[in-house]
């Protein structure tokens, strides 16, 4: 659970100097998967410093995800937004209203239900139509970005953001799929491309809807695209439970802390008159 959390706060915080960096790129083509905008926001050295905090966060959460059920460490990277929202009126000095530091105390109780409720991850590994199911989610999600990219303003944020939590989500399943890791096992397993590709693409959605479209939008989608799947897949395909009697309790943890994450949507990126602050 220290992992999970310590990845929440990573990515929390590199979604603070991602979402400067894309405001401050060029406007792409309009597709919701556009690689010549990565290419663009690549080039600024917030969003090189955000990629850095981000691949510590992965690391974090690939260990969190070899020990943990996988609704509990989706609940915790949701759970990011409370961190986003902190660095933000801090680094980027925007006013947090009443209700969302209730907002960031909810979802920190929440987490606080599951790490008292949440048992070891599941001993089961998938069979291999989930495996080439989550390879298929991941392809779909770049053909949702590719539609999404002709939609009116905030539905269009709404459908990247979802098909970009989607594809998070696709990461935190492939990974509890890979049982072997030999290079051999790697290329002969669907996962390990669902894994890269769900990843990229996940991505490429979320550049695009942090540069335009509704925040609130956007992020709500993400929010439930990469903690309602993955928990399902978990518990139904994976075998994750909880301890013994308080599966009710895991239940409201992860409830609260998704609601509460929702509250705070807003932060999924930097205010649009906050940019320029940033040193």
């Known amino acids: 659970m220290f992992c999970a959390l310590g990845s929440a706060v990573c990515f929390g915080t590199a979604s603070v100097l991602q979402a400067v960096a894309a405001r401050a ?34 690391a974090l959460e690939l260990v969190a995800l070899r020990n943990l059920p996988i609704y509990a460490v989706g609940a915790a990277l949701a759970g990011s937004l409370a961190v986003t929202a902190v660095v933000a009126s801090r680094v980027l000095r925007v006013r947090l209203r009443g ?33 080439f ?44 799929l890979l049982d072997d890791f030999s290079p051999g096992a790697l290329l002969t397993n669907p996962a390990s491309y669902a894994l ?25 989608g993400m929010v439930l695209g990469e903690t309602l799947g993955p928990a399902v897949a978990g518990v139904v395909w994976l075998g994750d439970r909880t301890r013994e009697g308080l599966e009710p309790l895991a239940l409201l943890g992860f409830g609260v802390a998704v609601v509460g994450a929702l509250g705070l949507a807003r932060f999924g990126e930097a205010p649009e008159g906050e940019v320029g602050r940033v040193g």
């Open 196 to 220: 890269l590709l769900g990843g990229g693409a996940a991505f490429l959605l979320l550049t695009s809807a942090l540069q335009r479209g509704s925040v609130t939008a956007a992020t709500a």
């Open 99 to 131: 209700v969302e530091w209730a907002a960031v105390g909810v979802v920190c109780g929440g987490l606080a239900l599951l790490g008292l409720a949440s048992g070891a991850e599941g001993g089961l590994t998938g069979g291999p139509a989930l495996r």
């Open 25 to 58: 790129s060029a406007p792409g083509t309009g597709s919701g998967v556009d690689p010549l905008l990565l290419w663009r926001v690549l080039r600024q050295w917030r969003y090189l410093a955000g990629l850095a905090l981000d691949a510590l966060g992965f």
């Open 133 to 176: 199911g989550v390879l298929a989610v991941a392809a779909a999600v770049l053909l949702l970005g590719a539609a999404a990219g002709r939609l009116p303003g905030r539905a269009r944020a709404a459908a990247l953001g979802l098909g970009a939590g989607t594809g998070f989500g696709v990461v935190e399943v492939a990974v509890r």
